[in-house]
C-alpha cells in the first residue's frame, strides 16, 4: 500500500505529522515528506483534510508473496491478563508456523502490557512485537489499526491471526482494508496445504455448509478465529523468545473518539457463556419458557452457566446472550450439558468441542447423541428434578 504526497495540494500543516504514530511524516520548506521511519500505516491519509496524501493501489497479483513470512497472532488483553482466546490462537499458531518452518510472533498492543511479553513467549511465541503507549490503554478502531498496520507492514508476516471476538471484528477488517490483504472471518478451521497457503473452513448458509478460502495473491492472509473452537496452547515457562519493542508518538487530542465511561453489567444471568466451565443448555423439549427454570436450576448445582439453543431464543422463551450455536456463543466447557435439545448443526457447531457432552432426550434417533459423551434417553421433566435433588443432597 503505498503512499504519495501531492506536493501542488500540501499546505504544510502539519496534521499528517501529528497524526503518524511512527514520526514517519515531516515538513520540510511547507511541504510534507515521508521519512525513513514511515511504516506506510495510512494514519496521514485520514487526518490531511486537504487530501494531498493518497494511497496508491497495489494489484493483489503485483505483491510478491515471497517477501512475507511468519505466522503472527493478536494478542488480545483485557484488565491486565491475556485473553483465553489469545492462548487459543497461539495453540494453532503454533501448530501452523510449524507446518510452514517460519517463527511464531504475537502483536502485543496496549497501556503498561509488557509484562504480557514473557506470557505470550511461555504459551508459544518466539517473538512479541511491543507498542505500549498510554493512549492504548483502551481500544479504540483509529489508533490500534494505524499501530497494527505500522507493525505489519514493517515486520511483513505471511498469516495474521485475530480471535473473532467484539474487538476483533472490528479491527480485523479495518486493517485489512488498509493493508489490501485477504481477509476470511469467523473461522472454524485452519490449515496449510501443499502450496504452503492458509485454508480457511468457516461456515456459511446458517452453518449449513463449511467454505474452505484460500488467499493466493494479497498478503498478509488474515484470518478471525472464533473463540472456543481451537485448544489453548500448553504453557512452558522454560521458553525463551526475544520481545521487540516499536516506539510510537501518539497524541490524545488526534484521537477522534473519546472514551468517558466503562460500565461493566454485573450479576443476573449475564454470565460470559465463553468462559465459562460448565454450561447447561435448553431446547425446544422444555416445552415453554416457564420450564426454563429446571435448567436455571440445574445449571445451579452444578455452578455453571445457562446456555440455550437458537429455536428457544427465537420465540422468546429467553434472552439471546444465552444462545449457543453458529449465531450466537461458541463454548468448550469441560461439562455441556444439553436438555431437551435435538442437536441441529447450527447448535452443534457451538459446542461440540466440549470436554464432556451429557445429551438428554425422549427421542433416541436426535442427532445431539452423535456428539454426546453420555446420552440419557427419556422424559427430561423426570430426570432433571432428580439429578437437582441428588447434586443439592451431596452439596
Known amino acids: 500500500m503505498p503512499l ?23 515538513v520540510v520548506d511547507k511541504v510534507a515528506h515521508f521519512t525513513e521511519r514511515c511504516t506506510v500505516c495510512g494514519a496521514c491519509v485520514g487526518a490531511c483534510k486537504f487530501e494531498a496524501i493518497v494511497v496508491e493501489v497495489t494489484h493483489a497479483a503485483d505483491v510478491d508473496p515471497s517477501g512475507y513470512s511468519g505466522v503472527w497472532v493478536l494478542a488480545e488483553h483485557a484488565d491486565g491478563a491475556l485473553r483465553k482466546s489469545t492462548l487459543e490462537l497461539l495453540g494453532e499458531g503454533r501448530r501452523l508456523a510449524d507446518a510452514l518452518g517460519v517463527p511464531l510472533g504475537a502483536a502485543l498492543v496496549g497501556s503498561a ?72 472471518a469467523d473461522c472454524t478451521g485452519l490449515e496449510i496445504n501443499e502450496d504452503r497457503l492458509l485454508v480457511q473452513t468457516r461456515p456459511v448458509f446458517g452453518g449449513n ?33 526475544a520481545v521487540h519493542r516499536m516506539e510510537v508518538a501518539l497524541d490524545e487530542a488526534n484521537v477522534a473518539t473519546k472514551i468517558l465511561e466503562v460500565i ?84 452443534l457447531v457451538g459446542m461440540q468441542s466440549s470436554d464432556t457432552i451429557i445429551a438428554i432426550n425422549k ?3 436426535a442427532p445431539i447423541f452423535d456428539v454426546a459423551t453420555y446420552g440419557v434417553v427419556g422424559d427430561l421433566f423426570e430426570i432433571v428434578p ?10
Open 264 to 347: 461493566r453489567e454485573e450479576g443476573g444471568e449475564q454470565v460470559n457463556l465463553a468462559d465459562a466451565q460448565i454450561v447447561v443448555s435448553g431446547g425446544r423439549g422444555l416445552g415453554g419458557p416457564e420450564h426454563f427454570g429446571l435448567i436455571r436450576d440445574l445449571a445451579h448445582a452444578l455452578g455453571g452457566a445457562v446456555g440455550a439453543s437458537r429455536a428457544t431464543v427465537d420465540a422468546g422463551w429467553i434472552p439471546a446472550y444465552h444462545q449457543v450455536g453458529q449465531t450466537g456463543k461458541t463454548v468448550q466447557p469441560k461439562l455441556y450439558v444439553a436438555v431437551g435439545i435435538s442437536g441441529a448443526v447450527q447448535h
Open 113 to 184: 502490557v509488557q509484562a504480557m511479553a514473557q506470557e505470550l513467549i511461555a504459551h508459544g511465541a518466539d517473538a512479541v512485537h511491543l507498542v505500549d503507549d498510554p493512549t492504548l490503554s483502551a481500544y479504540r478502531t483509529g489508533p490500534y489499526t494505524d499501530v497494527l498496520c505500522g507493525l505489519v507492514n514493517t515486520h511483513k508476516p505471511e498469516i495474521v491471526l485475530v480471535a473473532a471476538t467484539p474487538l476483533g471484528r472490528d479491527l480485523a477488517p479495518r486493517a485489512a482494508a488498509r493493508l489490501g490483504a485477504g481477509l476470511t
Open 386 to 395: 432428580r439429578l437437582i435433588e441428588r447434586l443439592r443432597n451431596q452439596a
Open 4 to 26: 504519495r504526497i501531492i506536493e501542488e495540494k500540501c499546505t504544510g500543516c502539519g496534521l499528517c505529522v501529528k497524526a503518524c504514530p511512527y514520526e514517519g511524516v515531516e
Open 363 to 365: 427421542d433416541p434417533n
Open 209 to 241: 455448509l463449511m467454505a474452505q478460502i484460500v488467499c493466493r495473491t494479497a498478503r498478509p492472509q488474515i484470518a478471525t478465529v472464533r473463540p472456543n473452537v481451537m485448544k489453548p496452547a500448553p504453557r512452558d515457562d522454560a521458553r525463551t523468545g
